[in-house]
């Protein structure tokens, strides 16, 4: 018998639904507000391999949902038979309620609601060649999905949101991470806040400023750890931030424009910090 097999939910664990009028799937739909995300405690993610990444992660399920087509791939079941076994729910649904959850025309197969998670920002020690993205009120979920999937793949530690900022476990920025959500944690603060920790983490601040005064490649990003702070996409950082910043750096810039997207700057900054940390690694370094 396979592992798969063995490990398949039970007849009867699994509950089959087709109306969008069935309480579990409206409650399911009231995800997409920010208020019933926050009041649950919990979110929405789709895309098979995703949700096998979270379960591996150690995310908490709380309930899987597939379409019917999807019933009996391996992967599917296995992803069912840990829900089972965490105690969630798994849901067998129509092509049409998948998609009214998940507000696609052509949705995955696989979806699941997990429950969120905050790393709190006392538990974040920076340690020598750590980088953290420090995000001052990020408004578009694009951006933060896009900022956390690229932290992710330049291997910094986390992120940190500062100020009121939109949602990282809303669909759109969950869907733009690409399933880096699951894989660095996010905490957040209030700007005094995250001032007071970066005091005491032992990390340099450096922020980014269209009127920096340090060209960003002539950082040295390997003495301390890392926080790279980056400004609101329409104000840039306000000045009780950039004051609190050891350095504030400018990323060169010719032609007209004013600035650069706020997560393509996130990205130069990364991957700056990356490549003076990789030379670290060179021989006769
Ligand atoms: N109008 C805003 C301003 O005056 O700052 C533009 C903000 S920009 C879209 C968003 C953030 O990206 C900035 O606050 C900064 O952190 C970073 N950024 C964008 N272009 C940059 C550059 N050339 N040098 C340094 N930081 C930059």
């Known amino acids: 018998m396979s592992f798969e097999k063995e490990r398949a939910p039970r007849v009867g664990t699994v509950k089959e639904v087709t109306s969008l009028s069935n309480p579990i799937i409206k409650d399911i739909r009231a995800l997409s507000q920010k208020k019933h995300r926050e009041e649950s405690g919990t979110f929405l993610a789709e895309g098979l391999k995703l949700i096998i990444d979270a379960l591996e992660l150690g995310w908490t399920?709380?309930?899987?949902?597939?379409?019917?087509?999807?019933k009996g791939k391996p992967p599917v079941e296995k992803a069912a038979a840990k829900t089972v076994a965490s105690g969630g729910l798994v849901l067998e649904v129509s092509e049409k309620v998948l998609g009214a959850i998940t507000r696609r025309d052509n949705p995955q197969m696989v979806a699941g609601v997990f429950e969120s998670h905050y790393r709190p920002l006392a538990e974040i020690a920076p340690q020598k060649n750590e980088t953290y993205i420090a995000l001052d009120r990020v408004r578009d979920p694009g951006n933060l999905g896009t900022i956390i999937r690229t932290a992710d793949a330049a291997g910094a530690s986390g992120i940190i949101l500062v100020g009121e900022t939109t949602d990282p476990f809303s669909l759109e920025t969950v869907r733009a991470t690409m399933g880096s959500v699951f894989a660095l944690p996010v905490s957040r603060a209030e700007p005094k806040a995250f001032l007071d920790w970066a005091k005491k983490s032992g990390a340099e601040?450096?922020?980014?400023?269209l009127a920096g005064s340090v060209d960003y490649r002539t950082i040295d990003y390997t003495k301390k750890p890392i926080v790279l702070l980056m400004g609101n996409e329409q104000q840039g950082l306000p000045p009780e931030l950039a004051e609190?910043?050891?350095r504030l750096a400018r990323i060169p810039q010719q032609g007209r424009a004013d600035s650069?997207?706020?997560a393509v700057a996130t990205a130069v900054m990364l991957y700056e910090a990356r490549r003076h940390l990789l030379s670290l690694e060179?021989?006769?370094r």
């Not at 399920?61 to 999807?70: E, F, G, M, P, V």
């Open 260 to 262: 650069l997207n706020l």
């Open 244 to 246: 609190g910043a050891g």
């Open 61 to 70: 399920i709380r309930t899987l949902i597939y379409a019917k087509a999807a």
């Open 205 to 209: 601040i450096v922020a980014t400023h």
């Open 282 to 284: 060179e021989p006769g």
